[in-house]
């Protein structure tokens, strides 16, 4: 008897990427429904970039942004939440793999190697990202995508989602402006003794460029701006 197509050693990276995916949405689920923070904070600063201080909120790319910036307007990070791209990257990831394994394995009795399967999947999810995200945009209420100065954001207090916020090493928050549109930015302590853990409120005192901003702890903690 023949394994189950995602138990094949061809197949098993596909696997591993949707059970990550469910396992991502399931903790992000529990932790919203129970009003906690973002399930990014076990995953450590890996979505901490300087990059993505060069993208504007409409998506602009500032001129010393590169080609990772560029990269990043046009999956829309700093536009959708970094935790909703990467459920998405996952998702097709892992089935457009599957469904390739399993088209070469019906025409031709074999599987193509990992490598070669991983390849063609990631070149399928990256684009997409980038039309969930577009379509996320359209459908998320309150998006940065309205227009609105990010220096009005100045003031407002928000709170730590992704990582640990440091000196150097921005991590990514949620901030809601003046019209009740929630904002993903990159603070950052004004005091090198200051880190800000997951789930942290914060209040934005200044802002260095981008989307990147300094802030301090919310003085007036579980009082968030309506």
Not at 47 to 58: K, N, V, W
Request: aromatic share 10%.
């Amino acid at each position: 008897m023949t394994l189950p197509l995602f138990l094949s050693e061809h197949c098993l990276v596909f696997t591993a990427a949707l059970t990550v995916m469910l396992m991502l949405t399931v903790f992000e689920g529990v932790s919203l429904l129970f009003g906690g923070g973002n399930f990014f904070s076990v995953l450590g600063e890996a979505g901490e970039t300087d990059a993505l201080s060069d993208i504007s909120a409409e998506g602009d790319v500032d001129g010393d942004a590169g080609a990772g910036g560029v990269l990043l307007a046009w999956l829309h990070v700093g536009r959708v939440p970094v935790l909703m791209l990467l459920i998405i990257f996952l998702s097709a990831f892992g089935i457009s793999g599957l469904v390739i394994q399993a088209l070469v394995r019906n025409f031709f009795h074999a599987f193509l190697p990992a490598w070669a399967a991983g390849s063609a999947a990631f070149f399928i999810a990256i684009p997409m990202v980038r039309w969930c995200g577009f379509a996320l945009i359209r459908i998320l209420p309150g998006d940065e995508s309205q227009a609105v100065s990010l220096d009005s954001l100045i003031g407002r207090a928000g709170v730590v989602v992704t990582g640990t916020a440091r000196i150097g090493a921005a991590a990514q928050a949620r901030v809601r402006d003046g019209y009740g549109r929630f904002h993903y930015v990159l603070v950052e302590p004004d005091d090198e003794n200051t880190c800000f853990e997951a789930s942290t409120e914060v209040l934005i005192v200044k802002r260095t460029g981008g989307l990147r901003f300094q802030a301090i702890k919310n003085p007036h903690a579980g009082l968030m701006d309506s």
